[in-house]
T-cell receptor, first 109, second 115 residues
Framework: GEDVEQSLFLSVREGDSSVINCTYT??????LYWYKQEPGAGLQLLTY?????DMKQDQRLTVLLNKKDKHLSLRIADTQTGDSAIYFC?????????FGTGTSLTVIP | DVKVTQSSRYLVKRTGEKVFLECVQD?????MFWYRQDPGLGLRLIYF???????EKGDIPEGYSVSREKKERFSLILESASTNQTSMYLC??????????????FGPGTRLTVL
């Protein structure tokens, strides 16, 4: 499969911004995604970006895509304790998805 | 709402047992997937299926098999469970084929422990 890399852990204080980074290898990826996994649950789609876009904003979430460097980031503004979860980036090529290792975000009150 | 359900949330089995993990989706999705999730390794694809009776190997199919006799149901089978198959197993489905945008809908996961 393709390589999708993320750092494993991130801690932020409540109210601060969180930035979760991801690098991928497949330059033919059409869509890139961010999924959230809360404790004891499956993954849920948070947001996605088409590969011809640089940025996408959705309320507190901002996705940045640097296609040249194959780098994707997710910024969460005003991070809340409810944002504590594991965040996965993923890329899709055709019908297959390739997921990163996941970043465990801990929000400190 | 799309619903993907998995037969068990927690399962404990002994080495050498045959294990069945069942997944059902209720939205007539064409594609179904089985992943295992391990800390630090993320999600790794075991098998996927585009249609009834069709299956494709993912990245780590060894020790597993699958069955898709009906469109809504995708089963993962561990023929002879081993301790290194202790993991969280996630089932997912997507509504269409092709190269466009697609969202994977996940079940809640089955945490399997093999003793």
């Amino acid at each position: 499969g393709e390589d999708v890399e993320q750092s494993l852990f991130l801690s932020v204080r409540e109210g601060d911004s969180s930035v979760i980074n991801c690098t991928y290898t497949d330059s033919s990826s059409t869509y890139l995604y961010w999924y959230k996994q809360e404790p004891g649950a499956g993954l849920q789609l948070l947001t996605y970006i088409f590969s011809n876009m640089d940025m996408k904003q959705d309320q507190r979430l901002t996705v940045l895509l640097n296609k040249k460097d194959k780098h994707l980031s997710l910024r969460i503004a005003d991070t809340q304790t409810g944002d504590s979860a594991i965040y996965f980036c993923a890329e899709s090529t055709g019908n297959q998805f390739y997921f990163g290792t996941g970043t465990s975000l801990t929000v400190i009150p | 709402d799309v619903k993907v359900t998995q037969s068990s949330r927690y399962l404990v089995k002994r080495t050498g047992e045959k294990v069945f993990l069942e997944c059902v989706q209720d939205m007539d999705h064409e594609n179904m997937f089985w992943y295992r999730q391990d800390p630090g390794l993320g999600l790794r694809l075991i098998y996927f299926s585009y249609d009834v009776k069709m299956k494709e190997k993912g990245d780590i199919p060894e020790g597993y098999s699958v069955s898709r006799e009906k469109k809504e149901r995708f089963s993962l089978i561990l023929e002879s469970a081993s301790t290194n198959q202790t993991s969280m197993y996630l089932c997912a489905s997507t509504p269409r084929r092709g190269w466009g945008w697609n969202e994977q809908f996940f079940g809640p996961g089955t945490r399997l422990t093999v003793l």
